[in-house]
């Protein structure tokens, strides 16, 4: 989760440079209500509620899609 007031650069190009260095991985985006997403982000929360926080990585990645990931990281 990357927080949309990051300092020393623009959320945006934060999200451009991880996607050059992992294209694949999923990016959540948050920031206080009232505020835009980024742009290239897949998941935005408004909200730093932590349910909200804690729910949308549920969202993402279902638990049994963790629990192979893991599983494999194990039989490396």
């Known amino acids: 989760m990357i927080d949309t007031a990051v300092r020393g650069t623009t959320c ?12 694949e991985i999923p990016i959540i985006t948050v920031s206080p209500s009232g505020y835009d997403p980024c742009g290239g982000e897949q ?3 408004s909200s730093y509620d932590p349910q909200d926080l804690l729910e949308q990585p549920q969202v993402i990645c279902p638990q049994e899609t963790r629990r192979r990931a893991e599983e494999s990281h194990l039989a490396e």
């Open 43 to 45: 998941f935005h929360v």
């Open 12 to 23: 945006a190009e934060l999200i451009r440079r991880l996607r050059m260095i992992r294209p």
